[in-house]
């Protein structure tokens, strides 16, 4: 390989690699990909569950308060 040659593919951003590597490297870089958008799906899922669970939480604690307030309402009587 001549000099010119040579100084593009070691480029930080240029890769080069034999046909058998390559095969390889598109194998993992296929599932890198995959790998990460199933990690986005999941982040937005907890995003949504933690929503939920706050929104529930709330709910909950209105209840509480409510219950409580009858209890002491109930002990006046």
Known sequence: MDGDTYKILSQDRIHFYCETCDKVVGGVVKTLADLQQRHEKLEA?????????????????????ELEGEVRRSNRN
């Open 45 to 65: 899922n907890v995003r949504v569950l933690e929503m939920e669970t706050k929104y529930e939480q709330g709910k909950m604690s209105a209840k509480q308060s």
